[in-house]
């Protein structure tokens, strides 16, 4: 069996989010950026979850970009988030 009804997941919580947003700093949010390496389903993603975290306040936006920039990036570092999947 490789589902285990017993398992608990995590409870959507915006406002939670939000005061935890506040209480690190951030109660007006931030800026960033998702690097996403692809436009199929990697950027799909990326553009859900950038949705869900404008809930929150939290503006970021989706830059596609290909293997050679990912690798410059893994080489010298970055800013923002890194959704890379293999």
């Given at each position: 069996?490789?589902?285990?009804?017993?398992?608990?997941?995590?409870?959507?919580?915006?406002e939670?989010?939000?005061?935890?947003?506040?209480?690190?700093?951030?109660?007006?949010?931030?800026?960033?950026?998702?690097?996403?390496?692809?436009?199929?389903?990697?950027?799909?993603?990326?553009?859900?979850?950038?949705?869900?975290?404008?809930?929150?306040?939290?503006?970021?936006?989706?830059e596609?970009?290909?293997?050679?920039?990912?690798?410059?990036?893994?080489?010298?570092?970055?800013?923002?988030?890194?959704?890379?999947?293999?």
């Amino acid at each position: 069996m490789t589902y285990n009804t017993e398992l608990k997941g995590y409870s959507y919580d915006p406002e939670k989010a939000k005061a935890l947003l506040a209480e690190a700093g951030y109660a007006d949010g931030f800026d960033t950026v998702i690097y996403s390496t692809g436009s199929g389903f990697a950027g799909n993603a990326a553009t859900a979850v950038s949705a869900s975290l404008a809930e929150v306040g939290i503006n970021a936006s989706v830059e596609i970009i290909d293997g050679a920039k990912g690798n410059d990036m893994m080489a010298n570092g970055w800013t923002g988030i890194y959704w890379h999947f293999a």
